[in-house]
């Protein structure tokens, strides 16, 4: 005769629940805790494709002379480094994208700001430009910040020399407003009498809360603000 064991199973008890709930419950918190300011920092953050686009776009810029600016690219990169530090708008640097009309070039060589909002087709009716602006440049700012027109982000650029410490290492330089001769920085330069063929700097990029021109036109750079990419650049004669 065959006896028939009996398995008893036994299940899990209130207690026993809700300790494990609240193990759950303490490993969420302290993940959460740890990993948090991380995933806000991702999101803060750029694409590297960005990064060098936002780069790429203010190295060009400064390597150019436009139609009805100073003399010299070189002239006008050494005025341009030399004020960003301070806040003024004449002073203040701004790289963003716009939706320009292809048919419609100025005088400068960029494009005007296609505003027709029936027109949508990229490539045809609008193309996407990357701009460097002073914000003291009110008229072309105000268009090319409209809505429908701007693209993306604006960025706020700060540049700071580069200069020779004693131990002849590239340090940034204190001086806000002006070029200093890089190994003898005792003196203010002027883009006559710089005595080398490079300026080397630092570029920061601010990523501005809004990308309206009536945000940038009220933006005054902080020393508490903190630049979504760095990057060491310099500019050539």
Known sequence: MKIKKVCKRRGFTL??????????????TAFLAAF??????????ISAKEANRLATTLESELSIRRFGEITTAFEKSFTM???SGATTPDAIVLLYQFR????????????????????????KDYVLQSVVRLLSDTATVKD?????????????????QLIFNANGELVISTNDTSILDPHTPNAAKTYTNYPEAVIAFQAEFFALKSSLYG???????SDDDKPVFTRNMAVRR
């Open 36 to 45: 948090g300011p991380a995933v806000q920092g991702i999101r803060k953050s």
């Open 100 to 123: 320009g009309d292809p048919s419609n070039v100025r005088d400068d060589g960029t494009l005007n700001p296609q505003t027709d909002r029936t027109k949508q087709v990229p490539g």
């Open 215 to 221: 945000y940038a036109a009220k933006y005054k750079p």
């Open 144 to 160: 090319e910040l409209a809505p429908g027109v701007v693209e993306g982000r604006v960025f706020y650029v700060r540049m700071k």
């Open 15 to 28: 207690v026993e629940t809700v300790i494990a709930m609240g193990i759950i419950t303490i490993m969420v």
């Open 81 to 83: 480094i030399a004020a």
